[in-house]
Antibody, heavy 122, light 107 residues
């Protein structure tokens, strides 16, 4: 079964760093683009960026460029989203999602992780 | 950035009725790069339609997509109680964006 399993909920303080993960199984991880999508409480979906694990080509939404870093580790089939200094406004659910087709760009997201809730509060 | 505007904000219909959801783009979008997702409360989104009119694997045939250019439509031909959800359109042709969502309520 193709699936993406994300790391658990996090509660952090402003200024702290964080790295959340998205572990894939059931397909060739390095050959499918994986994206990250933010959903703030009660709000809609926002594309943050994506990465092609095969060569670590990462692309970012202008809204998130410089605010987060997307990376991948092919040895353990896992993609990451990280912050160096969290803000209260980063409080949201974060989803990873896979492109539908092998090595294809751009594409729709056909497999989604279950989401990681990040809460940033002093 | 391409802005996607969905209407209506909320649709309240009875089981068996037809739902028509609209997604309008601020500039032309290739139909190859337009998708629809369903998000039920407390769940991750699920791909319904890609390339404007192609149903994703396993999606019931009561869901259909159409449109081109700046105007796209998601139709649910006969609403079922389990179709209660928020539906998002998504353009992925250039710097991907999502619409703000249409909430479908089943009376």
């Amino acid at each position: 079964e193709v699936q993406l399993v994300q790391s658990g909920a996090e509660v952090k303080k402003p200024g702290e760093s964080l790295k959340i993960s998205c572990k894939s199984s059931g397909y060739s991880f390095r050959n499918y683009w994986i994206g990250w999508v933010r959903q703030m409480p009660g709000k809609g979906l926002e594309w943050m960026g994506f990465i092609y694990p095969g060569d670590s080509d990462a692309r970012y939404s202008p809204s998130f460029q410089g605010q987060v870093t997307i990376s991948a580790d092919n040895s353990i089939n896992t993609a990451y989203l990280q912050w160096s200094s969290l803000k209260a406004s980063d409080t949201a659910m974060y989803y990873c999602a896979r492109h539908r087709r092998y090595a294809y760009f751009p594409d729709a997201f056909d497999i989604w992780g279950q989401g990681t809730m990040v809460t940033v509060s002093s | 950035e391409i802005v996607l505007t969905q209407s209506p904000g909320t649709l309240s219909l009875s089981p068996g009725e037809r739902a028509t959801l609209s997604c309008r783009a601020s500039q032309s979008v290739s139909s190859t790069y337009l998708a629809w997702y369903q998000q039920k409360s407390g769940q991750a989104p699920r791909l319904l339609i890609y390339a404007a009119s192609s149903r994703a694997t396993g999606m019931p045939d009561r869901f259909s997509g159409s449109g081109s250019g700046t105007d796209f439509i998601l139709t649910i031909s006969r609403l079922e109680p389990e179709d209660s959800a928020v539906y998002y359109c998504h353009q992925y042709g250039s710097s991907p964006t999502f619409g703000q969502g249409t909430k479908v309520e089943i009376k």
